[in-house]
């Protein structure tokens, strides 16, 4: 009998210094300073006198190896094979010849792959998988993208807000990616209970656990037909989906029902101030494929609003803080409802407990 093929196993990544550029390697924790050349060029500048010059564009993260080949064939061309993927999806090009920068950059534009995303601009949008991939999706990831950044394009290829402004899309409230802590986020959210499967669900789910993952515990044991189910109180039920994550047989998507929230506020940094969560905008927007007009007006409005109100260097959370959520509310013309108010658990911290408030 032959031996079985040795299964390789728990080798892990390959490590990160297999793929520096020389001039990295060479300055590796030794960088002095850095500077923005332009919208998209930075400049970072070692103890050594070596300088790194890295080219950012945009990139539209679904990328088909055909892209990646054209990727690879431009860091041939232009960074001796070098190139990297920011924390945001863009790909950055690694140059150490000045003289190289715009002909990368002509490139790269006429390709249709915008050079910015760098300081005090709109960069990328962290997204997620939408139709394109996943079975909870409330809405699509990669059109909503599309469609706003075709909007607001101009502010990732120039540097002309008070801050760096993070945009986020999740799909549903998984939240995978950003959407608890961006200054934008655009959420996919359902409006409808489960619908249950009976037939199936003794065969697929397991009750307990499904039980357990409902947070408003909404959901009870039933017997069905005789057999084991479930059934959801439906005045108790916010339409979360958790439910559907561990049991196929409650499906709640719905084409007519399901959209888009719009959250706005938060922030990763402790610049300044602590790391904040977003908080809820606009409750609910029409999933209107392909191009989500409703959407990309909700957000541009929120972006030029803050732009023209906020103080340099304010993120859009630090910035609503010092007007106060009334102001913002009535400078976006966002309708202000009953939505807004937290009602999950210790959701009176958020209430008000002051007379400081302007009218
Ligand atoms: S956010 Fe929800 S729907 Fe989107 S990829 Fe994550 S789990 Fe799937
Ligand atoms: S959708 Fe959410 S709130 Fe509704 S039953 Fe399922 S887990 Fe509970």
Not at 115 to 136: E, K
Not at 295 to 300: I, R
């Amino acid at each position: 009998m032959t031996a079985p093929a040795k299964r390789i196993t728990d080798i892990g990544p390959p490590h990160y210094e297999k793929f520096l550029p020389p001039i990295i390697k060479r300055n590796y924790g030794q960088w002095k300073y850095h500077e923005s050349l332009a919208p998209g060029v930075l400049c970072h500048v070692s103890e050594t006198g070596d300088k790194l010059y890295s080219v950012r564009a945009a990139s539209p993260r679904l990328l088909s190896i055909k892209t990646i080949r054209y990727f690879a064939d431009l860091a041939d061309k232009y960074c001796d094979g070098y190139l990297r993927f920011t924390s945001r999806n863009n790909v950055e090009f690694l140059l150490d010849d000045p003289g190289k920068i715009e002909l990368l950059k002509q490139e790269l534009r006429d390709a249709g792959y915008p050079v910015g995303g760098t300081n005090n601009a709109i960069s990328n949008i962290v997204h997620t998988q939408g139709w394109v991939h996943c079975h909870s999706s409330a809405t699509d990831a990669s059109g909503i993208v599309k469609s706003v950044m075709d909007a607001l394009c101009d502010h990732f290829t120039q540097q002309n807000l008070p801050a760096k402004l993070r945009i986020a899309v999740a799909c549903c409230l998984n939240m995978c990616g950003a959407v608890h802590c961006s200054d934008i986020a655009i959420l996919g959210i359902h409006r409808k209970p489960p619908k249950i499967k009976h037939d199936v669900l003794p065969k697929v789910c397991e009750v307990p656990t499904l039980i357990a993952s409902c947070p408003t515990g909404a959901i009870r044991p039933k017997t069905v037909d005789g057999k084991q189910s479930v059934e959801v109180v439906e005045e108790q039920c916010m339409y979360c989906g958790n439910c559907y994550t561990v049991c196929p047989a409650m499906p709640l998507n719905d084409p007519e029902n399901d959209g888009i929230s719009i959250w706005v506020g938060g922030k990763v940094s402790n610049a300044r101030t602590a790391p904040k969560f977003t908080k809820l905008a606009i409750p609910f927007l029409p999933n209107n494929p392909p191009r989500w007009p409703e959407v990309v007006d909700a957000v541009v409005n929120i972006v030029n609003v803050y732009s023209q109100g906020a103080k340099k260097f304010e993120r859009v959370g630090e910035w609503i803080e010092r007007i106060g959520w009334p102001r913002f509310f009535q400078l976006t013309g966002i309708e202000f409802t009953r939505y807004h108010i937290d009602d999950f658990k210790n959701a009176g911290q958020t209430y008000a407990r002051s007379t400081h408030i302007r009218f």
